[in-house]
């Protein structure tokens, strides 16, 4: 490349793309940014609803990390407001906490259990696993049958369209189960909710004098001979034109709705209904940015096999699809691939965050 100055097109402006967006730019690099959506900020997309409400458009998003280095990158482009999850699972028309804690056994059996007593009660329900492999095997190894048929088997198969054992088990061991009181979804060190929204961090993040941003832009449409590299951060299968077969990503339909006289729906964050209805969870947004309001918003997630890619799908059989296509993308001396669709992973957003500035990283040393 000598002393030529290169141009940089990345593709999608959600974490992955704007983390990269801004490294690039503040190293002195031109960086055009590109989305097909109408917005940026990607799946943490947060805007004001018809009713006033500051609403998650693509479900809940709960920052959390223990990774100091990437809540002080963020708090550059944000301040913010403390938050911890919580959440209830019902079953059998009654709210547990969940993950499954002390609390949970003892409402559940009618039991007084102590946190000796806790352990002690799992080690007696659990079915010991020699090779912990799939979903299955996560949960029967921690809390045995009945627990896992109540929370976990049939959630699964609705989230999934899948059974457990069909599932790696990283899905599963996102929850873990405890013998204490904790009833917190996450127990990272930091946890908070951007103080005005994602979308508004994203915009900080982006306003760059060498950053130009242009949403409603296909990469299908884009001209690439007019850069010198590209950073890509949609499905990478369809990078490559689906060449090796389509990729399989699970997808999600929302229904969002507001109820304008109720001014608190449900007592915690979301509520999780694993036996019940055809939506997996409901999520009030007040309770994650503590707006006051008169009413309320809530959304609904209803799981499905066909629309935006939300999440991979990790299985075995994908993972060796995906390798397919890393290898090709490997072979890539200008194109650079990043992100939770392009690389195929389950990241929540701190991931991608760190993936996001380990490829800033190698881009600018490259
Ligand atoms: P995305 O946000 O998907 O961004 C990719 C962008 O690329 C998209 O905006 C897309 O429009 C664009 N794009 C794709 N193809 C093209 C193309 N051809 N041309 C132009 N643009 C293109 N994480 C957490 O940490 N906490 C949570 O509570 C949490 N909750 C979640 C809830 C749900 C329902 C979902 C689906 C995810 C959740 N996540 C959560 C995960 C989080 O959304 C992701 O980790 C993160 O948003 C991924 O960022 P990304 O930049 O890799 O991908
Ligand atoms: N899960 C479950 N029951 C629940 C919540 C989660 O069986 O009440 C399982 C399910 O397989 C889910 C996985 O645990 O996909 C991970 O849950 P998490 O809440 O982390 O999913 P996400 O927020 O990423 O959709």
Do not use: C
């Amino acid at each position: 490349m000598g002393n030529k100055v290169k141009k940089f097109l990345i593709v999608g402006a959600g974490f992955a793309g704007s983390v990269v967006a801004r490294e690039l730019a503040d190293a002195g690099r031109d960086v055009h940014i590109i989305d097909k959506r109408a917005h940026v900020a990607g799946n943490a997309y947060d805007e004001v609803d018809a009713h006033g409400v500051l609403v998650h458009r693509y479900g809940p998003h709960i920052f959390h990390t223990n990774g100091e280095r990437i809540f002080q990158y963020l708090s550059r482009f944000t301040e913010w407001r403390p938050y911890e999850h919580r959440v209830l699972g019902v079953v059998n028309g009654k709210e547990y906490p969940f993950p499954i804690n002390r609390d949970t056994l003892n409402q559940l059996y009618d039991l007084q259990l102590d946190e000796a007593g806790a352990a002690e009660f799992f080690e007696k329900v659990r079915e010991p696993r020699e090779s912990v492999r799939t979903s299955e095997d996560v949960v029967l190894n921690s809390v045995g049958r009945d627990l896992y048929e109540k929370f976990f088997l049939n959630y699964t198969r609705k989230q999934w369209g899948l059974y457990p054992s069909q599932l790696k088990a990283g899905v599963a061991a996102r929850i873990p189960t405890r013998t204490n009181t904790d009833d917190r979804y996450f127990t990272d060190i930091f946890q908070a909710m951007p103080l005005h929204g994602y979308t508004r961090m994203f915009e900080n993040m982006l306003d760059h004098p060498n950053i130009t941003v242009e949403t409603g832009a296909d990469f299908a449409d884009v001209d690439r001979s007019t850069y010198d590299h590209i950073v890509y951060t949609g499905p990478i299968d369809a990078f490559y034109g689906h060449r090796f077969g389509a990729l399989p990503y699970r997808s999600l339909r929302f229904e969002h709705e507001h109820l304008a006289d109720t001014p608190q729906y449900q007592s915690v964050g979301t509520v999780n209904y694993p036996n019940d209805h055809a939506y997996t969870r409901i999520t009030e947004f007040k309770h994650l940015t503590g707006q006051q309001h008169a009413g309320t918003s809530i959304v609904r997630e209803y799981p499905q096999a066909e629309g935006d890619p939300y999440y991979p799908i990790p299985r075995d059989e994908n993972e060796a699809l995906f390798k397919r296509y890393e290898d090709l993308a490997q072979s890539e001396s200008d194109v650079t691939f990043v992100g939770r669709l392009a690389q195929y992973r389950y990241y929540n957003m701190d991931q991608v965050v760190g993936a996001a500035l380990a490829a800033a990283k190698r881009i600018l040393e490259g």
